[in-house]
Nanobody, 125 residues
């Protein structure tokens, strides 16, 4: 059973950058697409980014396009989310997950399983 562990969150001022990491333990993720979602208090968990198994294709949500980027290093069993030009509205807990349900779209949380515990990102104005 794969275990995903996110890290890299923190408290930053608006305009700054962070890089989040998602490390998979117990099993390889190199055969799977991976996604990042975020959830703020009182809100639904929303799609942020997806990357294909080999990293050849990636997509980010319209709300973060041009500021966030997803990447992966399968040799390290790790997926990254680079966050730049952060805004207060980016404040949320960020989660990574494995995409194994292909009957759902990549931006649908139902397409994913094995969610990590999340890492908190707080952006002050």
């Amino acid at each position: 059973q794969v275990q995903l562990v996110e890290s890299g969150g923190g408290l930053v001022q608006a305009g700054n950058s962070l890089t989040l990491s998602c490390v998979a333990r117990e099993s390889s993720i190199s055969s799977y697409g991976m996604g990042w979602f975020r959830q703020d208090v009182g809100k639904e968990r929303e799609f942020v980014a997806h990357i294909s198994a080999r990293g050849g294709t990636s997509t980010v949500a319209n709300s973060v396009r041009g500021r966030f980027a997803i990447s992966r290093d399968n040799s390290k069993n790790t997926v990254y989310l680079q966050l730049s030009n952060l805004k207060p509205e980016d404040t949320a807990v960020y989660y990574c997950a494995i995409r194994r349900n292909f009957r759902a779209n990549y931006d649908n949380r139902g397409a994913y399983d094995s969610w990590g515990q999340g890492t908190q990102v707080t952006v002050s104005s």
